[in-house]
């Protein structure tokens, strides 16, 4: 990664009132790859394992049905309510703003200047720690971006989480984690009740995933300890 002193090329850059009007004329965010945007395996998968649950614990003893296939029946829907989320509402990227954008790196500039990408460039950091990322063309904060989320229950403290560019979805995602290739979608955030981002959506699935493995085991064993 290029270190370099942004602050002193400002002069060499163009002056901040034309790279705010060349900012609508930066060339398009990369596509995502195919990889970055197929949710339906993973969407099938989670179905499918439920449904399973669900006809196994129908297998439990009369006494038992009506309670087990309840509690199977909460997990099954808070499972996919979490998989609803994580497909559906997008991690948080760094957007392409002012603020976001400029000053673009002068080696950046006479680059686009010129019609040629950015493929191949290394991504240009300054001597703050900001690093400019060649491939959305976004400075990403140094130590990170800070992450806060208030909800009726509680107030979160503030944290600071660093951004990552996914070469799955092509974006700089805040406190990403990983992409899942299962649903096609980044991960990101932090875990916990507390957490934020999808990632605690994804730890809530993975959960109810199991209290169903578990009520299921309990339908088995009763079914067996009757027959």
Not at 9 to 27: I, M, W
Not at 141 to 153: A, L, R, Y
Request: proline content about 6%; some cysteine.
């Amino acid at each position: 990664m290029k270190e370099v002193d942004v602050a002193a090329d400002l002069e060499a850059t163009l002056p901040k009132a034309d790279l705010e009007a060349t900012l609508p004329k930066l060339p398009p965010l990369p596509s995502p790859t195919s990889t970055g945007r197929s949710p339906t395996f993973g969407i099938a998968l989670v179905i499918v394992t439920f449904a399973a649950f669900i006809g196994f614990t129908a297998l439990s003893p009369s006494g038992l049905r009506l309670y087990l296939l309840i509690c199977t029946l909460v997990e099954t829907g808070v499972a996919l309510a979490c998989v609803w989320i994580v497909v559906y509402v997008e991690p948080p990227h760094i957007q392409r703003t002012p603020e976001s954008t400029l000053p673009i790196p002068r080696e950046v500039e006479t680059r686009l200047a010129a019609g040629q990408t950015t493929e191949g460039m290394e991504n240009v950091k300054d001597e703050s720690g900001r690093t400019f990322c060649v491939r959305c063309l976004v400075w990403r904060p140094s130590g990170g971006v800070e992450s806060k989320e208030d909800t009726i229950f509680w107030r979160r403290r503030a944290k600071r989480q660093t951004a990552h560019h996914c070469r799955y979805c092509q974006r700089c995602v805040i406190g990403h984690d990983h992409h899942c290739s299962l649903i096609g979608r980044c991960i990101a955030g932090e875990g916990g009740a507390r957490g934020s981002g999808n990632l605690k959506y994804v730890q809530l699935g993975f959960a109810m995933a199991g209290l169903a493995f578990l009520t299921v085991c309990v339908a088995l064993a009763g079914t067996a300890f009757t027959s």
